[in-house]
């Protein structure tokens, strides 16, 4: 026996409740609650037992898939972040702004793809000839790509049936819908639905699926939280578009390491890979200026060198501005908070304003002591020497703490031309290879007050 029961669900985030109201009371969101029918049966244990789920052994699994090869995508940022490329039934999610260049990037990796994989290019935003003026644009005509302009999972499911691609890429998943749903196009209802039925698609038929979602201002994917769960990697597509750079970040990935980063660069001629990017990081730097010093930082396991900027500006208003840019706003509170109670330096009377030139976040704690000096050097006007670099964790006492990765950092930073760098007095350099000669001066300090004065500016 069934019973239907009528129930009301948000739509902005999955609440449900047994009556209608304007207004959810778990997001707070308003008209969002639409009716659903839920089907409960009451012996649903006793009805799934007559088909059991399909089972094996881990041994027997182990044989089969072990060693699957992934797909090479031919574009080798791309491939590195991934692991060595995309497996077959993996499920990849890349977010971005629109206008960031997702359909230029998906359009490229589908022109590189190893030879002899079968992909299918699914564009529901743009029209077959929109893409194909891409395609002349990127000098990309000869690559074996099936293109298709549809905007529902039925036509795209017939197509694939028919085509049996290996790669099977949408853009963008905001675009397609159920028709058997009444739900918007673009909705949360619609596109949590469409992305569940594409990862099934994509585990019953071992197509590796690639769907381009957008961002909104604010940085999170629209709506779908819910779907960097259903997917197996999540890459986020940033930068700024005024620059050329653009930086791509994995996010989660079920099937190697997160946290990777490649840097491209847009130009004429689509997406290009980008050979030094410490180089182009540190191309405009602003030189014997106050508040500005370069960091190395860990971008998964690589090192790059960027630009710190920080401005200290005198103000007469109550709430002084602390405005950040590539770095969390929450670190910026603890390092002025350490820098007025361990230092004495006070901003309670001045606008703040920090950066990473380049457009790159940087989250790690390793900022923290370049971060600290920067905003000294901003403090005093006074500009920090340019071939000295910074990199160290600072601590609520005024202490510097040691940070991972220190050897990689101090080998970028000698390749790139550094004299000097300030790091914690707890450092060990035996990781470093004995046939690495770092022409470097290597400052170790123990406290905050130390390093400044390593600045020579107080
Ligand atoms: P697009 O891939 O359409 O972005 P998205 O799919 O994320 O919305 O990229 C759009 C931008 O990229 C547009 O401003 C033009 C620029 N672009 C280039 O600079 N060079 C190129 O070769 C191409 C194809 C686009
Ligand atoms: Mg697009």
């Known amino acids: 026996m069934k019973l239907a029961k009528l129930l009301y669900k948000c739509e902005n985030c999955g609440h449900e409740t047994s009556k209608w109201q304007g207004k959810c009371l778990e997001c707070d969101s308003w008209n969002s609650l639409s009716a659903v029918e839920t ?21 027997q699994a182990a044989d089969e898939y072990g060693d699957q090869k992934a797909i090479r995508m031919g574009i080798s940022e791309i491939d590195r972040i991934l692991s060595g490329g995309l497996l077959k039934g993996s499920v990849t999610l890349l977010g971005g702004e629109p206008g960031i260049g997702k359909s230029t990037l998906l359009l490229q990796i589908a022109a590189s793809a190893e030879k002899n994989t079968k992909v299918m290019y699914l564009s529901a935003e743009e029209a077959v000839s929109q893409v194909a003026m891409r395609a002349v644009r990127l000098n990309l005509t000869a690559a074996d790509i099936t293109l298709v302009h549809a905007t529902t999972v039925t036509e795209i499911f017939a197509c694939a049936r028919e085509v049996s691609p290996d790669i099977m890429i949408i853009d963008s998943i905001q675009t397609v819908a159920d028709p058997t749903l009444p739900a918007a196009t673009g909705s949360v209802t619609q596109v949590r639905a469409v992305a569940e039925l594409l990862v099934k ?28 769960h259903l997917v197996d990697t999540v890459i986020s597509f940033e930068g700024d578009r005024h620059h050329e750079l653009r930086i791509l970040t994995v996010l989660k990935h079920r099937f190697g ?49 960027v630009e710190l900027q920080a401005l200290a500006v005198k103000t007469s208003m109550a709430n002084p501005k602390r405005q950040v840019q590539g770095v969390a706003t929450s670190r910026l509170g603890i390092v002025l908070g350490i820098l007025e109670q361990r230092i004495g330096c006070t901003f309670s009377n001045r606008d ?26 901003a403090f005093y006007d006074i500009a920090i020497d340019n071939q000295l670099l910074a990199c160290g964790e600072v601590g609520l006492g005024g202490e510097i703490r040691q940070v991972t990765g220190m050897d990689k950092r101090l080998i970028e930073a000698a390749r790139m031309g550094f004299k000097r760098v300030i790091v914690p007095s707890t450092t060990s350099l035996d990781s470093i290879p004995a046939s690495v000669s770092l022409d470097l001066e290597i400052i170790k300090v123990p406290t905050l007050r130390q390093a400044i004065k390593a600045l020579s500016i107080k």
């Open 201 to 228: 698609f994509a585990k019953e038929k071992q197509t590796a699926v690639i769907m381009a979602g957008h961002v909104t201002k604010d940085g999170t994917l629209a709506g779908p939280k819910v779907l960097e």
């Open 39 to 59: 089907i409960t049966s009451p012996d649903a244990y006793g009805v799934n037992l007559l088909k059991p789920a399909s089972y094996t052994h881990l041994s």
């Open 352 to 377: 703040v304003f920090v950066s990473v030139a380049g457009g790159l976040k940087v989250a790690e704690p390793a900022l923290d002591l370049a971060l600290s000096l920067c905003l000294v050097s």
């Open 257 to 305: 390491p997160a946290g990777e980063v490649a840097i491209l660069a847009m130009t004429g001629e689509g997406l290009k890979e980008v050979a030094d990017p410490s180089q182009i990081m540190l191309a405009d730097r602003c030189i014997d200026t106050s508040g500005s010093m370069a960091v190395p930082v860990l971008e998964g396991q690589r090192c790059l060198l």
